[in-house]
């Protein structure tokens, strides 16, 4: 994947800290600590979008991988083989046990990091994590995808870097959106429309802290049409992969169950 497949802004928060990179002929050094959100409805390839920005990571930067409490099942069989080595599923959680910059995806933020939600487990740790993403394992970068922001606890938009981007969002859903980001995405709406041929206008995304449209790259091992049905879905939608408890925990409808722990068989 070419370096200069992604605007400045991306690029800023996948490279390695003090990697250089080009910015409108400037050559400036990679900060490589913030928040990317992934804005668009469903089946509008935000979870694609993310898996590109990681190949990226992947073939342009050391840094380690964390696809966010992804089942097991999708690191096995799922992820491209040139990932595998680099790529965990850790809870965001144990974020402070990360002592590496690594980069993060968190896929359907809206269910685990609800803005309806705060006093959940992980909700907290957005909260108290969200400022100091610099400090955790030297610097860390969290791609989230969301199908609106307002569903998203805003601490994950506070005290950091943001480079947002936008995909397809529903005309019916779009007025739900924040106060302070709605006319963002309606004008990220109208310019995708301007040039998309695709009807859920996957062929584009704009980025709105470079407001600019960006041809939405693709490898070639997420082509459908060349894969495996069943590892294109593992892909597509992982988290359908959970267990039925999983399941449960992530809505709110069970608890999640203890860790054992150690000696607690000699009890």
Avoid at 158 to 175: E, H, K, Q, S
Avoid at 241 to 260: F, L, N, S, V
């Amino acid at each position: 994947m070419k370096r200069d497949v992604f605007p400045p802004s991306i690029v800023n928060l996948l490279l390695s800290e003090g990697q250089r990179f080009t910015d409108r002929g400037r050559v400036r050094q990679a900060l490589a600590s913030g928040v990317i959100p992934i804005v668009g409805s469903a089946r509008s390839a935000k979870t694609t979008a993310a898996y590109c920005m990681i190949e990226y990571v992947i073939q342009h930067t050391d840094r380690p991988v964390i696809l966010e409490s992804f089942p097991d099942v999708v690191l096995k069989e799922g992820i491209p083989k040139h990932w595998r080595g680099r790529v965990t599923n850790t809870p965001f959680n144990d974020i402070a046990l990360v002592d590496e910059p690594a980069v993060w995806l968190v896929d359907d933020t809206g269910t685990s990091f609800n803005s309806r939600d705060s006093m959940s487990s992980n909700s907290k740790t957005l909260a108290k994590v969200a400022g100091v993403l610099s400090h955790f394992g030297g610097g860390m970068t969290v791609i989230f995808t969301s199908q609106l922001l307002s569903g998203v606890d805003v601490s994950f938009m506070r005290y950091t870097t943001l480079a947002p981007i936008i995909r397809f969002i529903d005309p019916n859903v779009i007025g739900q959106e924040r106060r302070e980001w709605i006319g963002q995405a309606k004008h990220a709406q109208h310019e995708l429309r301007s040039v998309c041929q695709d009807p859920m206008c996957r062929d584009y995304f704009f980025s709105l802290s470079d407001n600019l449209l960006v041809k939405s790259p693709f490898p070639a091992w997420l082509d459908k049409t060349k894969i495996d049905p069943r590892t294109a879905d593992l892909l597509s939608r992982p988290m359908r992969y959970h267990t039925a408890q999983k399941k449960a925990e992530m809505i709110g409808q069970a608890k999640p169950k203890k860790k054992k722990q150690k000696g607690d068989d000699d009890q």
